[in-house]
C-alpha cells in the first residue's frame, strides 16, 4: 500500500521533529504550521510544506490529504497518528458526527494516503452551497488573551468552522487573512477596519458560533444516518410539524429557524426559504446519506436548541432493525413492518429506509398482512399522457411540454422515456430542427460577410460551427470549401 511505502522511506528527521512547535488544545493545525515556517525561517510557506512534510497548502485552511508522512514523523507529539491530528487540531469533528462509517472510513482514507476524489468532493463542500472559507480567521480579543496568557497568540479551530462569522467566545466578528501576513497579523489587526472589528455581531450569529463550537468540542463519532434521522423525525413528531399525510410542515420549521437561529444567519447560510425547505425534506424523506453539517446544526439548533439535548436525544433513538439487510430475515422484516406501519408520521418510503428493504418490499409485506397503505394519488390521465406523447414526437422541448400539460419535468421524461418509438422519434425530430437551426445560421453569417475567411466565420458563429462540426461535418465541409473556392 501506498502508507506502507511511505512510512518505510520515512527518514530520520530529529533536528526537524524538535523544532516543531508544541500544540496547544484547540489550534488548528494550520496555525501550527505556519508558526513552524516563521521559526524555520523559510521564505514560501508552500516550500517549507513540500520539502519537509510532503503537504500542500490546503492543509493550512481545512482538513489534510497525504498526510501520513506528516503523522510518522511527528509520531512523538501525537503518538495516536493521524486520526488524533484531524480529530484535535482540524474541523474534522464537525464533520464525522454526520457521516456514515464507511464515508467516515473512506475520508480518513484520503486524510491518510491521499488519491481519489478531492476531498471536498467527499466532505460535500463543492456542492452544499455553504461558503468555503479559504483563508485562515483570527479574532482580535482572542489575540490579545493569549499573547497576555501564552506569550504569542495561535488560531483557534472553532474560528475556522466554516458559516461561523463570529468568535464563539467574545461576539466579535473574525478576520480574514491570507497565510503569508501570519507574523504580521497583531500588528495588522489594530489598524485594520478596528471599528468593525470591535462592534459585537448581533444575538443570533454569536448564538449559531456557540453552537458549532460546541459541536466541536463534543467530539462526537460517526453515526449511523438512520439513527440521526430518526432522531429528526421523533423531535419534530413531537413539536406537532407533521401533517396528517406524513410530510413535515416545511413553514413552520422555517419559521421557528428564523426565530431560533435568526432570519439574518439563515439567510446568509441558506440563500433563502427555498433552499432551507428542499435540504430539510432530503433530511427528513429522502433519506440522502450526507448533508453539510452547517445544514445540521441549522436544523438541530432549531429544534433541539443544544448540542447536548441533541446527544441526549441521539442516545435515546434506537433503530427499528439495526443491519436489517444483512441480518434479518424475511419473516423478521415482514413482523417490523407490520409493526411500524401504522404509525402516523411514517411514510411506506420512509419506513423502507429505516429497516433497509425497497419500497416496493415495505408494500408487498403491507398487503401480506392486511394493511392498507395510503398511495399517492394519480392524477395524470391517459389523455394528459398521449398528449405529452404526440408533443414528444414533434421534438418539444421538455418545458413546453410541462407548460402546455400541467405535469412536471419528472412525469414528462417518464413517459417520454418508458415509450421507445416516443423516445427515438422525439431525438430523430430534436436533431432534424437542431441541425436546420445550425445551418440557417451558418448561412446567415455567410451571406453577412462575403469577404471573410471560415477562420473569421468561425470566430463569429462558435457555437453553430462546433454543433455542425461534431453533427453535420459532411455538409458544413461542403459549404466551407465553396467559400474557399
Known sequence: ???????????????????????????????LLLRYHRMYGGLCVRDTLRDNFKLNTG???????????????????????????????????????FLDDNKA??????????????LQFALGDSRCGIPIHRRI??????????????????????????GVAVCWRHGFPLAEWVQKDFARIPSLIESHNSERLSARRSYHEHQFAELAANLWEAKLSATEQRLVRLAYIDRLNALGFFTDGSYVRHSRVIDMMNDRIGQSVC?????????????????????????????????????????????EALAQTELPFPHAKQSASRQDIGELIRNRITQPYKSISALAADVGVSTTTCITYAARYGVVVKRRPKRISSKIIES?????????????????????????YRIMRTDLAVEQAR?????????????SRWIRIFAAHPTARPSELKEKAYANFAWLYRHDKTWLKQHTHNRLN
Open 1 to 31: 500500500m501506498l502508507a506502507d511505502e511511505v512510512i518505510k522511506n520515512t527518514p530520520s528527521l530529529t533536528n526537524q521533529v524538535t523544532a516543531f512547535p508544541t500544540p496547544y488544545p484547540d489550534e488548528c493545525l494550520g496555525g
Open 59 to 97: 492543509a493550512l485552511s481545512g482538513i489534510p490529504t497525504a498526510a501520513i508522512y506528516f503523522a510518522e514523523l511527528l509520531r512523538t507529539i501525537w503518538p495516536n497518528g493521524i486520526e488524533t491530528i484531524i480529530s484535535d487540531h482540524t474541523i474534522w469533528p464537525v464533520y464525522r458526527p
Open 105 to 118: 472510513q473512506s475520508v480518513l482514507r484520503r486524510v491518510r494516503d491521499g488519491g481519489g476524489d478531492s
Open 137 to 162: 480567521r483570527t479574532c482580535r480579543e482572542c489575540i490579545r488573551e493569549d499573547r497576555s496568557e501564552y506569550g504569542e497568540f495561535y488560531l483557534h479551530v472553532q474560528h475556522q468552522i466554516p
Open 267 to 311: 439567510t446568509r447560510l441558506a440563500a433563502s426559504d427555498t433552499n432551507i425547505r428542499r435540504w430539510i425534506h432530503g433530511i427528513i424523506h429522502r433519506n440522502k446519506t450526507h448533508h453539510h453539517p452547517i445544514k445540521h446544526l441549522l436544523l438541530i439548533g432549531t429544534i433541539f436548541g443544544s448540542v447536548n439535548n441533541y446527544i
Open 388 to 412: 405529452v406523447k404526440k408533443m414528444a414526437r414533434t421534438g418539444a422541448d421538455v418545458s413546453a411540454i410541462c407548460q402546455k400539460s400541467s405535469v412536471s419535468q419528472a412525469t414528462a
Open 427 to 439: 431525438r430523430l425530430a430534436r436533431a432534424a430542427r437542431l441541425q436546420a437551426f445550425h445551418r
